[in-house]
């Protein structure tokens, strides 16, 4: 009766009828009950719009505080758009989410979806890829209606040796990539070609793509904080040209997209804090090449780490070989310690790769030790 009711309401405003998950949708679900606008804003709405998404199971509250102005729009294609999504395996809650989190996806027209999802096929096997991604990030789809800069800039980034596993990653980890000009993209491309250069680089093409493929954000950060993370870590850590080629083009291309005071901090506090445990200048670059994504930790919270595994019988040369210990909770630290240590665990005999094993692999470890104890 629900559904009767709901495809009669939609020949009663004249729109075209909706794929079946939407009718579905409104037969099982209520759309969330919306904030009522002032009395101004109220005026300028367009009601069928209103009522179209209702239907769909939108949330209209939080569309208005997202970006309302989609809502007094006179020409819109949310049944358009639903049924698109709905062709390509979305179903009502999906399309209901993408709505409400993105709204202005309702003012794409039926020839732009097409082409777009052209183009995004030529990156993904399937549409189910397509779907997952607009799920999670509504925006990455959505958010610029230039299909022809899109085309450009997959043909730009492929022209750098990208693979097409590459470009599946910058989509569905940093789609704003494909939102930026060509220009945009083409400035990082150069300041990166330059630093390879100084450093005497010979293989500037490849020193691009070794970044680019450790570091899929590279592109939706600015150039200023790019250059000034490079020219810091080159001076704090009193880099040759030959050591900066190979820390640029390995784990240290991933922390090039943190922001530059962060990175100044967490580096400087490092340093300060591998030197009160004895460690040299060197034993610091060490660390860094081995694993400088630790440098994503706060300051507070490595320290309190490095506390932990110390105190716990772990000596700091270990740290520095396996640094990957660095990644795991002060609580996970402390509980895997506690049981290593109650079974006369020698850290010094048998390293620390036991720290770094998964849960499941770390309890079965454990339990082959209590065996071997008895």
Not at 120 to 146: G, T, V, Y
Not at 154 to 179: D, N, Q, W, Y
Not at 182 to 205: F, H, P, R
Not at 310 to 334: M, Q, R, Y
Request: hydrophobic share 40%; glycine share 4%.
């Amino acid at each position: 009766m629900a559904l009767t009711h709901v495809l009669t309401w939609l020949s009663l405003v004249k729109l075209q009828p909706v794929c079946s998950c939407v009718s579905v949708y409104r037969r099982y679900h209520t759309a969330p009950s919306d904030a009522p606008p002032t009395a101004a804003d109220a005026s300028l709405e367009n009601q069928s719009l209103l009522k179209n998404l209702r239907v769909l199971g939108v949330d209209v509250s939080m569309v208005r505080r997202r970006q309302p102005g989609v809502l007094r729009k006179v020409l819109t294609n949310e049944c358009g758009l639903a049924e698109f999504l709905c062709s390509k395996g979305a179903n009502h809650e999906v399309v209901a989410s993408i709505i409400t989190r993105f709204p202005r996806a309702i003012t794409r027209s039926a020839e732009h979806l097409d082409e777009r999802w052209r183009l995004w096929r030529n990156i993904f096997m399937i549409d189910a890829e397509i779907i997952k991604i607009l799920h999670r990030s509504p925006e990455s789809f959505f958010r610029s209606s230039d299909n022809e800069n899109l085309e450009k800039n997959v043909a730009f980034l492929s022209s750098l040796g990208l693979t097409p596993k590459h470009l599946h990653r910058l989509v569905t980890m940093a789609p704003r990539t494909f939102s930026n000009s060509v220009e945009l993209n083409c400035t990082m491309v150069e300041l990166l070609q330059s630093v390879c250069a100084s450093l005497g680089g010979t293989d500037c093409e490849g020193f691009v793509k070794a970044i680019i493929s450790r570091n899929v954000y590279i592109f939706i950060r600015s150039t200023k904080r790019v250059k000034a993370n490079i020219s810091f870590l080159l001076e704090a850590l009193r880099l040759s040209d030959e050591e900066a080629l190979v820390l640029l083009q390995g784990c240290g291309a991933e922390i090039l997209d943190l922001s530059h005071t962060s990175l100044k901090r967490n580096l400087q506090n490092l340093q300060v804090k591998l030197k009160t445990l004895g460690c040299s200048e060197e034993v610091v670059k060490k660390l860094i090449f081995k694993g400088a994504t630790v440098l994503f930790i706060s300051s507070a919270t490595l320290n309190e780490k490095l506390n932990c595994l110390v105190k716990g019988g772990v000596d700091i040369k270990w740290i520095v070989e396996k640094p990957k210990v660095l990644d795991f909770s002060v609580a996970t630290l402390n509980q895997r310690l506690h049981e290593l240590n109650s079974l006369r665990y020698d850290f010094d005999v048998k390293g620390i790769c036991i720290l770094d094993l998964s849960k499941k692999r770390f309890d079965a470890k454990i339990e082959r030790l209590r065996v071997f104890e008895e």
